[in-house]
């Protein structure tokens, strides 16, 4: 059943992870490195033939053909490297080394570096309402050591569609079982996470990092923050219950 806080009630939070705690790009970057790193080891066969650019273009070629999977990073990538090995005709011991590739890649997948703010700000924030975190990527909050911040996570490979598809909302509100109006998603993406959330029934919190400027400006987010130290002094400025 679903609880009605007051309207000044900040219930829940929901956070997108990648671009929102840490920046995704120097991950995926390092993540090809080791990649790369490791089929040139143990699969020479598959790294000549799919050097970084070339995965790259072989896994955006895998997701285009696959948009039944546009929600699930990790069968994506487990079906570039199938489909690499089998490009690269190494057939010997291929499915335990598809295995240990992904492996390899997933673990540096889940080596970040936080942003400044976030190793603060989100104890504050976890110690004033639940979080929840809601997301398209794959990372694992345990591997990263910030599970213990959060209620749960909602990722779209497990529920089966992504953000802004507002099904991936209504699943993080029915974990947390509080009214969709009371719980406040943040995330960095105007149209995924502010669009998709408001579109849900969620008030959105656009954290823009970069100074940008806003591109919907017929649908304005509820909140613009610069960090989550902001978010966390707004908080701190609401009206008590």
Known sequence: MLTAPAPTTVAAITLDLDDTLWPILPVMERCEQVLEAFLLEHAPAVARRFPKGAMRALRDSVAAERPELAHDY???????????????????????????????????????????????????????????????????????????HFHGAVLARDVGVAKPDPRIFAHARDLLAVDAAHIWHVGDDPELDVLGAQKAGFRAVWINRNGLPWPYPEHMPDLIIRDLAELGRWLDNLPSD
């Open 74 to 148: 990790s069968a994506q990538r487990r079906l570039s490297l199938e489909r690499a090995f089998a490009e690269a005709r190494v057939d010997a011991d291929a499915e335990a080394l598809i295995e240990r590739a992904y492996v390899t890649f997933y673990a540096e997948r889940n080596r970040v570096q936080l942003y400044d703010d976030v190793a603060d700000a989100l104890p504050a924030l976890a110690a004033r309402c639940r979080l929840l975190a809601l997301t398209n990527g794959n990372a694992d909050l345990s591997s990263i050591g910030l599970a213990q």
